[in-house]
């Protein structure tokens, strides 16, 4: 089976497209890297660990281009719109985390962690 059978078979076993599969699996992989490695979003390492995943992906579709001029000229702009799209969210993620980190917390500007109600939701 190859790289992009098996796209195509999980495409279709999850009923998604092939973008929004690219997306969730840089998500995954900088989640995963976070959580293994115990570092924070706001490190480089889980973010890396994404560019690899989608570096890896684009790496292995192109193998599939022909020698031919015209189809390696379509594959670059595939390629680039690839990569964009599925580094989007988690350079967000990597940016809020570092720069933003209370956007993702449950403190107040004022650095106050928010009030609890009685099961531990935030008033």
Do not use: C
Request: glycine content about 2%; charged content about 20%; overall charge neutral.
């Amino acid at each position: 089976m190859t790289w992009n059978d098996m796209k195509v078979w999980v495409v279709q076993a999850l009923e998604l497209d092939k973008d929004a599969l690219h997306i969730y699996a840089a998500i995954l992989a900088q989640l995963l890297t976070a959580i293994v490695t115990r570092r924070s979003l706001a490190n480089i390492l889980p973010w890396l660990a994404a560019v690899a995943i989608t570096l890896t992906n684009e790496y292995f579709d192109y193998q599939r281009v022909q020698d031919a001029d015209a189809s390696v000229v379509r594959y670059q702009a595939a390629a680039w719109h690839d990569m964009w799209n599925t580094m989007l969210l988690p350079t967000l993620l990597f940016l809020l985390a570092r720069y933003w980190p209370r956007l993702l917390s449950h403190q107040l500007a004022s650095g106050q962690p928010k009030a609890r109600g009685k099961h531990g939701e935030p008033d």
